[in-house]
């Protein structure tokens, strides 16, 4: 058995707090994740400048109103299939940078799926600037998190950087929209993916114990 | 019960031949709507006509190489999953005007399934130039079909503006690309929204007996 054999199974989820799919993902893949004997690996990125990369200046469901239209209702109804409350943002895509940097400041915290459940419902459920200060707290509240103390980790220089790095990163690795999954080295683009990344990230070797 | 009601139940399913993801429809949808009692009406267009109107001069997957790249692999993974053959055509997307009139000639016939599941296999399990009149043949006789007639009424001038009505018809549907699915009046995008599609055209009540 190899040394890689032996790292704690996860699955990286790479999001964007603003991206519709990945609040279908973001509030699917603890449960699926744990029902799988795996940990997921929080990423939230930004992909705006992934997007200015490409040369587009928003999101291409804004950019191409054919598949904008389609994308809509296609959110209804995976909403009512997967039994998630809905609501259609009256801003879109919103930008996300506080929330990601509270992320990026506690990669590792238990609280990171109960955070980002909550800030992706306010998105998409509750039409909330997930952006304010007040709400990136309350979400917290609701994660059980003391909240003063996270919100000033998440202004410091240090995770300013830690985010952009991340968002380099997730470039170099050849992300080209949200949610995107990482397991045993394999990325999967997509909601509709989540189950094939669960699949692939247990098909390892059990670690060695 | 309204005359709509009394219609055969149905699933309309819009591709492209040179399509990836239209290939793992085209070899899934009729065994999957013949279990659920459902007929497929067949619908090739063509793509290209309406990428150029989004500005688009090929391929979505071929003008982005960072989703192009993750495609190639995402459909090695897919026909796995499904347990269909695989090989990475030499020349993408294919053009396929030939098949798609044969299609849009004989829009009722009990042969197009086994017609479309031999050309897309051409294109993506034997890297075969489908839009050539012996591969055309062969998939025709593969189907079971007297082949010369077939190949005739496809190349009538009425055949030709058939699609061309039919391509023009799918831009005013607003669909953007294939494969595309109708259920009920209601859109599905992509291979993997077919079972959703399904279920949807599945939920009429029954036609009357």
Redesign the interface.
Known sequence: MTRHDAKPREIEFWFDFGSNYSYLAAQRIEALATGAGLAVAWRAFLLGPIFRE?GWDTSPFVL?K??G??MW??ME?QCA?YGLPWRRPSVFPRLALLPARVVSAHPRAPWLGAFCRAVTRQNFALDQDINAVEQVRAALVEAGVEAEAVLAAAASDATKAMLRALTAEARAR????APTFFARG?????N??LE?AIACATALPSPAS
């Open positions: 490409f191409q054919e598949k239209a389609y209702r296609d109804r299939k050849g992300i080209f929209g394999e990325m999967f683009w997509g509709d993916r094939d």
